[in-house]
């Protein structure tokens, strides 16, 4: 996430979790919150929205007002993403709220964008994507 320059999450000297994205390094908060509001976090093993704060983490868009005002809230950037912390503190990411990611040109449904989709021929993946143009 680059908001959360250089790094939010994965501290060096911690433990690590299979499929773990880490848990968050000093100075940082990381919540799950509700997906209707984002106001209430939600308990340990539940899925909602993933939130963070810290100092590391951006102020704003630059000369976008109307995308920093959604993204940031209450002194937290709202991620989009979509996960849960276990009992030990470390965040596991398995959707986004948002309708796609685009990486490296590529166009990525998230997985609730997906079902029902019908899968290309050959792919295992269960998703798909398209070149952004």
Known sequence: MSEGAPLCLNRYDGER???SVGNPVLETEVEVVD???GTSRLPMGEAGEVRVRGPQMMTGYHNKPEETAY???DGYIYTGDIGYVDRDGF???VDRKKEMVIVWRLQR???RDRRGSVQSPGDSRGGYGRQAR
């Open 71 to 73: 993204v940031l809230r």
């Open 17 to 19: 979790k299979l499929l």
């Open 109 to 111: 449904l998230s997985a």
């Open 35 to 37: 997906l209707e509001t």
């Open 91 to 93: 965040l596991f990411l």
